[in-house]
């Protein structure tokens, strides 16, 4: 088995470039969506952050954390963005963790999407990494049409996010995506034929 860490800033669109990685046969690990299970109600982290950051980061009339309303507040305030952090890091590890475990023994590629592949160490412990980028006029104009943020919460997440230069430093292979989504379908292609060649197929 190989594994691949993957990442990108925000917008330069990782997640599109997992998902075409995984219709090339790869096995695909979601840390956004191991994060996001980790806050559905009930679970631990959900009482850490409503112990920490109250009602007002649920949806009204219901249980449910509000993430746009969560990553408003965090992504203001760096001390509160660690203290989400810790609370949902661990789970996010232990079920990336549990499936890997899984695919063990297996001839697949795993693919692990985590934006802070680089923050967390978990780009030092893959075989290869993989760094989508974009420019940021591409990556601000795909987050204002796609995701309705606004300017200033662009501005906030990208802030929060390491520098571009620092993930490169980590990169094995660098996928540029400023283009359509057929140029990225190419650059997937490229990427599968790269991680098959490394496999020794």
Request: hydrophobic content about 50%; proline content about 3%; overall charge negative.
């Amino acid at each position: 088995m190989i594994v691949a860490g993957l990442t990108g800033g925000i917008g330069s669109g990782k997640s599109t470039f997992a998902k075409l990685l995984a219709e090339l046969g790869a096995e695909v690990i979601d840390a956004d969506e191991l994060g996001r299970a980790a806050l559905r109600p009930g679970h631990p982290a959900w009482h850490d952050a409503i112990e920490t950051f109250g009602d007002r980061i649920l949806v009204p009339g219901t249980s449910e954390i509000d993430r746009a309303r969560l990553a408003s507040i965090v992504f203001s305030d760096p001390a509160k963005l660690a203290a989400l952090n810790a609370m949902v890091h661990p789970i996010i590890m232990s079920g990336i963790a549990d499936i890997l475990e899984a695919l063990s023994g297996t001839d697949t590629f795993a693919i692990i999407d985590a934006a802070l592949l680089v923050e967390t160490g978990l780009a030092d412990t893959v075989d290869v990494v993989i760094v989508v980028v974009a420019s940021d006029d591409v990556r601000g104009e795909r987050l204002r049409i796609e995701r309705g943020m606004s300017k200033e919460d662009i501005e906030a997440r990208i802030a929060a996010q390491l520098p571009l230069a620092r993930l490169l430093e980590k990169a094995d292979i660098v996928v540029q995506n400023n283009g359509s989504l057929e140029e990225l379908r190419r650059e997937a292609g490229l990427t599968y034929a790269a991680l098959t060649k490394r496999r020794g197929d």
